[in-house]
Nanobody, 122 residues
């Protein structure tokens, strides 16, 4: 079983940046596709970004394309989400997710962490 632990959330002003990290542990953590989901108050959890297990392909929701960058370091079993030009509507709990397919991550992921709060003030 893979365990995921997120970090890096916080409070930032609109236009600012944050970098989220996800530490994965477990024997097969490097073979999962990884991604980020988010859930704002009163809304359903939504897909943000995904990266294949090799790191060769990345995918983004239209709402974050051009502002967020997902990356992974398989040697250290970590996944990062660099978030630039943050907007108040980016405020949400962000979850690291893992699945055997990118499609699976888009639909919620097979595994996820406890989440980290990101708050963007206007």
């Amino acid at each position: 079983q893979v365990q995921l632990v997120e970090s890096g959330g916080g409070l930032v002003q609109a236009g600012g940046s944050l970098r989220l990290s996800c530490a994965a542990s477990g024997r097969t953590s490097s073979t999962y596709h990884m991604g980020w989901l988010r859930q704002a108050p009163g809304k359903e959890r939504e897909f943000v970004a995904a990266i294949t297990y090799s790191g060769g392909d990345t995918y983004y929701a239209d709402s974050v394309k051009g502002r967020f960058t997902i990356s992974r370091d398989n040697a250290n079993n970590t996944v990062h989400l660099q978030m630039n030009s943050l907007k108040p509507e980016d405020t949400a709990v962000y979850y690291c997710a893992a699945d055997w397919s990118v499609s699976g991550i888009r639909h919620g992921g097979r595994l996820w962490g406890q989440g980290t709060q990101v708050t963007v003030s206007s």
